[in-house]
């Protein structure tokens, strides 16, 4: 299908949670408004709206983004996960199931932005990438080998998801429980990862 424009809109396709959408957005349209609005996929929240809260925080090509920051028009073709394409009741995601666990929320509103940011978070820990709060010792061997996660390293990697409830100790436990098993290949979302990536 050859796209369709106008001088304020376009047709393009987007790859959500493994689905193809083929949606006209208003050229001003972010994908936070795509997803929530026409999609109606609604676990990303709209929290300040300036790429400041995490609240909107989806997975684009297996990355972390703030998808309130994002134009929609500028990403067609792209490949997007949000919180609903990690797990459901049935099977959830293990960083879904550590943080019901925990008690690693209070409110919620920022709880599907904080998981899908820990999930990615996981993924670039496991593929190698520093963070601020990387030890110098390590930073030099730069290996490419999965970096060690303590608290430390947790919480800088989560800083840009806030939390006005304050449940930040949980948050961090919930991370931990499944820093082994997250990010190393073996779970959905680190699958979804390899074949966007590859």
């Known amino acids: ?9 376009s047709t393009l396709t987007l790859h959500v949670n493994d689905t193809a959408h083929t949606v006209t957005v208003d050229h001003r349209a972010t994908l936070l408004d ?8 609604t ?19 297996g990355r972390r983004a703030n998808s309130c920051l994002l134009l929609a028009v500028a990403h067609d073709g792209a490949h997007l996960t949000t919180v609903e394409g990690l797990g459901d009741e049935e099977r959830p995601h293990p960083l879904q199931q550590a943080f019901h666990e925990r ?3 209070q409110c919620g509103y920022c709880t599907p932005g904080q998981i899908v940011s820990g999930v990615g978070m996981l993924c670039e820990a496991a593929e190698g990438h520093p963070s601020h709060a990387t030890r110098r010792e390590e930073l030099q061997r730069a290996t490419g080998a999965p970096a060690e996660l303590d608290r430390d390293e947790i919480r800088e990697r ?6 006005r409830c304050g449940a930040y100790p949980h948050i961090v436990e919930a991370i931990e429980d499944v820093r082994e ?12 990862t390899e074949e966007v990536t590859a």
């Open 1 to 9: 299908m050859i796209p369709q424009r106008t001088a304020t809109s």
């Open 34 to 41: 795509v997803l929530r609005e026409q999609l109606d996929l």
């Open 43 to 61: 676990g990303s929240k709209k929290g300040c709206d300036h790429g400041q809260c995490g609240a909107c925080t989806v997975l684009l090509e």
């Open 103 to 105: 008690d690693a929320f």
């Open 158 to 163: 989560m800083s840009g998801n806030l939390c």
């Open 181 to 192: 098993h997250v990010g190393g290949g073996t779970d959905h979302a680190s699958r979804r």
